[in-house]
């Protein structure tokens, strides 16, 4: 039979992952990346029972990730049109939920095949200019009931 500091090793164990998770995710922000897919999608703070049951720790591999890239020597440049790119992402969402109805049934049909596009899905023609322009007016062509 276990005894009651049994349960506990898993605590000291995960402890012990994070100690050396710490340093390299502050060396390298993709080790902290790494380490909140680990913990979002193994969850091994519920299999702790002590200090460390139901702790945040993916908000603090978060946190701590976002902290390494700020401090991080590495050159941080957003491309210039990334802002309008994204506006013009959310107005054509904004729009396609309108098409059809909610966002959720927008973004099925923004990741899936479309018909009226020959085939090609939305959401892939939307990293051009051109290709935004192509989805926007087939919205508006299936908003006025033109579905060629």
Not at 88 to 108: I, N, P
Not at 115 to 135: C, F, K, N, S, Y
Request: proline share 4%; charged share 20%.
């Amino acid at each position: 039979m276990r005894g009651p500091g049994a349960r506990n090793v898993r605590d000291f164990i995960l402890l012990a992952a994070l100690l050396i998770l710490t340093p390299l995710a502050l060396r390298a922000p993709i080790v902290g990346l790494l380490g909140w897919l680990w913990i979002g999608l193994m969850m091994p703070h519920r299999e702790v029972y002590g200090f460390f049951a139901g702790a945040g720790l993916n908000f603090f591999i978060a946190i701590l990730t976002v902290a390494a890239w700020l401090f991080s020597r590495e050159r941080k440049t957003m491309p210039a049109d990334l802002a309008s790119r994204t506006w013009l992402f959310a107005e054509t969402l904004a729009k396609a939920a309108e098409v059809f109805g909610g966002r959720e049934d927008a973004e099925r049909w923004m990741s899936g095949e479309a018909m009226g596009l020959d085939g090609a899905r939305p959401i892939e023609l939307m990293r051009t200019v051109q290709g935004a322009e192509l989805v926007n007016e087939f919205l508006l062509r299936l908003e006025h009931g033109v579905y060629t």
